[in-house]
Structures are given as structure tokens and as C-alpha cells.
């Protein structure tokens, strides 16, 4: 395609095709060339605007970009490689405060991943805590763009309860009966917890972000057994009005038999506790079932087989919300949303769970892979901007290579 000496020459003709096209993560491939800026930056030639990249930290060659100006449904536009552009200060961050890592927007926390056991709600009563309090790998709080946090951790009604956390719950293994979500009692057999870092983006003009590995293991009787290995990343961007994060879980289970996901209610990679002192929580979903076309709203959520929830509540005055949408890939896509909602004052959790209506199997040293992005705001966000940002997610624009001939 290109060569080292032809990298001055470099245009990206990037296609919106059917999706209109702005506030939109973007990858593209430049590996065939070598004298490429750490950090490019590519000028559309119609509006001048600049399109900053920065390398995708596994995979060699693949620059991650950030396109903030819109490119309308079935046009497209050309950017040329800049040779004099400053380099954008870093607008994503990462900071590591001995406990957990905060992922950071412009200097505004966006999430917290815990690394140790959460230490901001410490167990106060006799006798040992529950197996919950020591469990690690779980991300709480997340903040919405002027600082409120989205997430509640350690609830009174369900004190097991994680701020943004995965696990399953009805499962057999060897023909017993194992429970990884409800982790309730000090001796409970489950646990999920870190295990080391994979890599880490402290800082980038598009995006930071980390990668973990999680163990989930179990304490039988003939000592403890790791089962599952899972990997978590996460990558913050800048967002349309907002922050946006990729959330990717990969879980392989490693045990010599395989794990039966039994059908349940609830249970899945990606849950959300949302905070007990919002008022007026409002809940919306795009369903996709044939007899349930369209947005449903409040209790109709629940079960719903969707590509998007969204979730708004208030304080103080002040409203803030969270979109979470599911990757059309996700097994079992469009998948069911299990939304508990425990009333006014009391909050409530909601997630994706693919194990509702039927059970599955976790084969060994099989990987399976779930991916969501997740959109977090101030004020409200309307179905028509959420359907658009999940479109964005499912459908990103085309981006085509081009060698301009002098």
C-alpha cells in the first residue's frame, strides 16, 4: 500500500456510509508505514480541523483517533498528515493513588478501578466482613462530567453489590452448585479477584486506559482452584457532550470441566448499581424484539431484549445519567436486561445478562468475549442522541488510505 518515504504524501478518506459520523472512536491500520510521528496528526482539508491519533498499546501499527466534527449520513471527508502541527496535550489520564487507578477526562474523574479491596467504605461491625468487602477488580465510583458519581457500592438493601462489577450467579461445576455474585458470607467459597497488570495508558491527546487480569477461583475441600481467568479492559475517550469507555471482558475458564451458566434472573459481565439518594430515576431501553419494537420506558425495561439502556436520576437539583450499550457481536445480541429498580430512596441495579431466558456453557480454555461502550453525562440525553451514539459504536466510519500524487 504505502512505503516509508510516502508518509508525507498520506490521506485518510474516511466514509460516514449510512451512520452519521461525529463524537466516534476510530481505528485505522498504518503499520506499511515506518516514519510516521508518535503521535500523528492528520488536518481535514475542507475545515481545518485536526485529527489527533496515538498508538493502540497491544496491537503494532494501529493508531486510535478520536473524530470529534460530524461527517453526515453517505459523505465523506479527506484529512492530509500534518508535518507542523502541535502535538494536543494529553486530554485522558491515569493516576494510581496505591489502592486503585482513576481514569481522568481533562482533569475530571471519570472512574475508579480497584486493584485492592474498595477503602472507601470501611467494614465497621463485629465479626468478619463479608466476602464482598475483599473482592478487588470492580469499578466504583464512576463520575458523570461535573463530578457526580453514577455508581453506589456496599448498598444497605444489597450489601453485595459492587458499583460497576461482573460475575454469574446460578452456576454448576462438577456437579455442584457455585454462586460468584452473591458473596454475602465471610466464608464463602467464590472469589474474584485482581491478579496483575497487563498494560497501562497514563496519558494520551485520545485516549488512556489499562488491561487486567482477574482469577476467579474456588475453595473446595482439596485446597482452592483457580477456574477462570478473565481479562478486563478499559479505554476512556473524550466524548460528544460527555466521556466515553470501552468496557471488554474476555473470560476464559480454565478448569478441566466446564462451567454450566444456568438460567437465571440476573447475572453477567457488566452490572450497574446505581446510587440510592437519586430521585426520579428514569430508565429507558432500545428493545429490538419483533412484538416490542421501539424505546421502552420504566418497568417495561426489564426483560427487554435491547442494544441500549439508559439510565437518568437527579440530586440536589442537579440530573446526570449513564448509557450502556452492547456490542452487536455480544453473544446472544440483542441481549436481555435484567433492571431492578427498589424505589424512591433506595436506588437500584441494571445490566445486560445473556443467561436470562436460556443457559449456557463455559467450555475450557474456550474464550469468550463481551463488549460494551459506555456514554456518562450531565443533564439528559434524548433516545434519538442514544440510538445515534450506539449506531456510532455498531457501525464506525470506513476509513480508506490514500497516497496524494504530487
Known sequence: MGSASQSDDLRLLI??????????????????????????????????TALHFQPHPEEEGIFLGYLKASIPTGES???YLSQNQPLKAAKMTLEDDGNGVILQASGQPLLRYNYRPF??????ESGKPPAARLRSGNIHPVWSPSGQELTEIFPESLSHHLGLWGAWVKTRY???????WNLKEADATESISFRNWIWQVTSGPVMAGFKTAHVWALDLPDGRERVMEEILEVMGYPGPGGVLFDYVVEQTWVADSPLELLKHTYGGTLAWRYPSDWIETRHLAAAVEDSKQGVLTGPAVDAAHARWFR????RDGRAAGFLVMSHPEN???????????DGPGQGGYIHFTPIRETSATLETAVKRTFRYRVFVYDQTLSPAEAESLWQQYANPPQIELLIHEK
Open 15 to 48: 466514509h460516514a456510509s449510512d451512520v452519521d459520523q461525529g463524537g466516534s472512536v476510530i481505528q485505522v491500520n498504518l503499520n506499511d508505514f515506518e516514519d510516521l510521528p508518535k503521535a500523528p496528526v492528520f488536518v481535514n482539508s475542507l475545515t481545518g
Open 77 to 79: 471527508q479527506t484529512f
Open 119 to 124: 477503602p472507601g467504605k470501611p467494614w465497621e
Open 174 to 180: 462438577k456437579d455442584q452448585r457455585f454462586d460468584f
Open 311 to 314: 439510565v437518568e436520576g437527579a
Open 331 to 341: 453473544f446472544r445480541h440483542p441481549e436481555s436486561v435484567r433492571m431492578r429498580h
